[in-house]
């Protein structure tokens, strides 16, 4: 195993968490990514670490509050971390609200390629892979 | 009126009354037929899970955990979405009610959390009013359910509910000594489906707030909430003159 790639990853629905982490642990066995889990705005702005965190990945519906307010908490911290947005369900007034702070891309959750691609393209420009 | 607006107006009231239709069958469609399969799925992985439990290792175990959760969760918000659709579908005429009552029959549904959680509530002594008495039941039920429930660990609930006599509406308030509610969530608390909390900490649906409202869209009222220096009061107006009998 490599050096430790760390994704903040905010989600309170525990059956997708589990499957982000099969995902990661089925396309990307040989690398060492470790996935730090925030169920709620407050605890995801108390665990994000700039020094630390290589990406991040929000889902928008958070019990108290949106994934829109991680994303500006994040901005205002470090202009260039790469963020995924994910929703159940995307609407455009919700992506024209987070496109203000620049996410990378905004993505209906589906634990298909889609993610796990975005995640792979980072991963290749930053010479994981 | 004229024969031209007459017309029109037919022709609207045709669209609307075939509108209505379509929802309700939409909304049958999604509370009825969708809950035979996810009740397949949730009743066979438990059978599957019993049968077979000691040959599964803990990840799958656990696999089988988070499809039976999803499942009941999934056939728990169709039964509240269906229920949400029917109170206006399926809407008792208004009537003239003692409120007193209304709120009695609440506080006795709610019997045994309160006994529970050694809350102390005061009231006012209410007027009459005119509304659907059942929902309005359901409106105080749901209030005073989460000023119980939204509360600090060991915190005993004291809760007080009063009416003020406005000239067009009757104002009733319910304040509470609970944890408040985040200035940001202020709106989003009342939508279907919508929580301002974690569901581990508090568990629950996100529908009694869009009840509230919904209820009180038909009473042609209001609702509003104020974070006071400690807890929530929660604010709703009924309409005095609604046509009833």
Known sequence: MGEAINILYVEDNEGDVELMRMSIERYFPSLNVVLDVAETVDEAKEIFDDNKHVIAVIDWNLPDGEGGDVLQFIREVNADLPVVMLSGVISETSIAETEKYEPVVCIEKGHDKKVIAQLELYFSSSAFI | ?????????????????????????????????????????????????????????????????????????????????????????????????????????????????????????????????????????????????????????????????????????WQFSIKDNGIGVPENLREKIFKVLRRGVSDKKYPGLGMGLAYASKILQRHRGSINLVNSVEGAIFTFKIAKELPYG
């Open chain 2, 1 to 169: 009126m004229s024969a031209k607006l007459e017309s029109e107006l037919a022709k609207a009231n045709q669209e609307l009354a075939l509108l209505k239709a379509e929802y309700e069958e939409f909304v049958y469609i999604i509370s009825h037929d969708l809950s035979a399969p996810l009740r397949q799925v949730q009743s066979f992985s438990e059978i599957i899970a019993n049968t077979h439990n000691g040959n599964f290792d803990d990840k799958t175990k656990r696999h089988f955990g988070l499809i039976i959760r999803g499942a009941t969760q999934a056939s728990q918000m169709l039964k509240a979405m269906s229920y949400y659709s029917r109170l206006n579908t399926r809407a008792k005429p208004f009537a003239l009610f003692d409120c007193n009552m209304s709120i009695a029959k609440a506080l006795d549904n709610l019997s045994s959390l309160i006994s529970d959680s050694g809350a102390s509530i005061t009231l006012d002594d209410f007027p009459e009013i005119i509304g659907d008495e059942e929902q309005i039941t359901i409106l105080f039920q749901q209030l005073i359910h989460n000023a119980l429930t939204y509360q600090k660990a060991g915190t005993k609930p004291i809760i007080s509910i009063s009416f003020t006599n406005n000239v067009d509406a």
